[in-house]
Structures are given as structure tokens and as C-alpha cells.
């Protein structure tokens, strides 16, 4: 059996300072992300996907270079398009002073921008995570055709976490009171409703990871 450990960016580390309900949430992502890593590689015989919460960026990068395994991987926000990734290493050394040599840098996978734009890559997820959490549609207008998204390379928006938040705003509500996305709270179920082939197709990273493994 081989045992493909993904460290993620998000969550919270157990510190003995975090509360309840944060770690319980951050359980939720992992076991959110788990279940979309598995499906993106399918059913392989003898591996199977382990992911690991690591909170913020630079710790992960941090915990990913302590060990040297080729089974270990890390999936991190690149908060910039797939073309800058590079840019991305450089401002990690420069302003961070964390390098990662270069035959470890094939173990690291981006979700472009955020992880949010996997939830609009597939919208969809978010219809039914409304309907899971009995909200009311404020607008009937399809969510593809609002102006933060329509048309446009879901990698080439900035913060896409924002732009979820608005939309979540302005689609929902729960007795006249409008939804507030919270990225912790919520994106565990959105996540748990997104359909992973549709995902898949639309994300080069994904298909990569699939490929490795």
C-alpha cells in the first residue's frame, strides 16, 4: 500500500489554544479535501490519499521540507495565475526566506488562486449546499451568468474568496437575512457537494496530481 500524504493549506493546528469548534471545522476540510483528492485519482489499487491540515502557507512549506518523501506532497493557494507560480518561489525565498530546491518543487500543487475557485469552477456545488442548508434564492438569475464570473477564466480572478462571499450575499438568504460566507465554517460543505469530475476537467492542477499518482 502505498500512502500519498497531502499537507494542506488551511485549517487549524491543535495547539492546545484553538477552540472546539475551529479544530472540529478544520477536521470537516480535511476530511472534504480527502474525499476530492481520492475521487481525482480514483480507484488505484494499493495507494490510497492521507491529508494533513497545516494551517498557513508558511507552515506547511516548513513541515513539507522537514521530510524528504516522494509520497509527500504539498497543495497550497497560489494567490496569483499558473503563469507567475514561478514568482511565487521567488517571493517565498525572498520575503520568507523559505527555499524549496528545485526536484521537490514537481511535490507541490496549486489551487489557482484560492481554494474557492474550485466552488466556481463548478457552481453547481453551491446550489446544493443552499438547498442542504434550506436557504431562500434571492435572485433566480443562474449564478454563471453574475458579472464576477461570467465569461471569464475562473484562475484569472483575484481572491476568489471574496468574490464567493458576494455572490453567496447576494444569491441567499435565511428568514430575509442574507448568508455570510465564512471560509472555515462553510467551504467544508460546499466542497463536500462539488462534483469532482467537473472539477477535474476544468483544473490543470488536479489533472497533474492525478497523472503523478
Not at 457537494?193 to 477535474?200: E, F, N, R, W
Request: aromatic content about 8%; charged content about 30%; some cysteine.
Amino acid at each position: 500500500m502505498v500512502t500519498v500524504t497531502v499537507f494542506a493549506e488551511g485549517g487549524a493546528v491543535d495547539s492546545g489554544g484553538v477552540d472546539a469548534a475551529t479544530m472540529d471545522n478544520s477536521a470537516s476540510l480535511r476530511q472534504s479535501l480527502n474525499r476530492i483528492f481520492s475521487e481525482t485519482i480514483g480507484k488505484r489499487d494499493g495507494v490510497q490519499i492521507v491529508v494533513e491540515m497545516k494551517a498557513g502557507y508558511k507552515n506547511v512549506c516548513k513541515e513539507f521540507l522537514k521530510k524528504s518523501d516522494d509520497s509527500l506532497v504539498m497543495y497550497l493557494d497560489s494567490d496569483c495565475v499558473a503563469r507567475d507560480i514561478p514568482k511565487w518561489f521567488e517571493k517565498l525565498s525572498l520575503n520568507d526566506h523559505i527555499t524549496i530546491p528545485d526536484d521537490r518543487r514537481n511535490n507541490i500543487y496549486f489551487m489557482v488562486q484560492e481554494m474557492e475557485a474550485w466552488i466556481l469552477k463548478d457552481l453547481h456545488s453551491l446550489e446544493l449546499w443552499a438547498e442542504k442548508e434550506g436557504y431562500e434564492r434571492k435572485d433566480v438569475f443562474p449564478l454563471s451568468q453574475h458579472s464576477l464570473v461570467r465569461g471569464k477564466n475562473i484562475e484569472s480572478i483575484k481572491k476568489p474568496s471574496e468574490k464567493l462571499a458576494l455572490m453567496v450575499k447576494h444569491f441567499f438568504s435565511r428568514n430575509k437575512k442574507k448568508v455570510k460566507y465564512e471560509k472555515l465554517k462553510n467551504a467544508p460543505a460546499i466542497l463536500d457537494c462539488i462534483d469532482v469530475g467537473t472539477l477535474k476537467a476544468k483544473d490543470a492542477e488536479l489533472t497533474r496530481f492525478s497523472t503523478t499518482f
